[in-house]
């Protein structure tokens, strides 16, 4: 199953963060991302991890 394709707007939405923030996030390498073409997107499979891994973190 090919997970759905997310672009950078959409991402923020979700977390309710700024681009920028989700930007910083792909730098950092926290956000797994993928380049088509001149296009960033993310993984649905990507935002659920980091999800979690944050989940994780505040928990600790």
């Known amino acids: 199953m090919i ?8 991402v923020a939405t979700r977390l309710q963060v700024s681009r920028w923030t989700v930007y910083n996030l792909i ?9 088509i073409g001149r296009c960033r997107r993310i993984t649905e499979t990507a935002l659920h991890d980091y999800i979690a891994r944050q989940t994780e973190r505040e928990a600790a």
């Open 3 to 10: 997970p759905g394709l997310l672009n950078v707007d959409q």
């Open 27 to 35: 730098r950092s390498r926290e956000l797994a991302s993928l380049t």
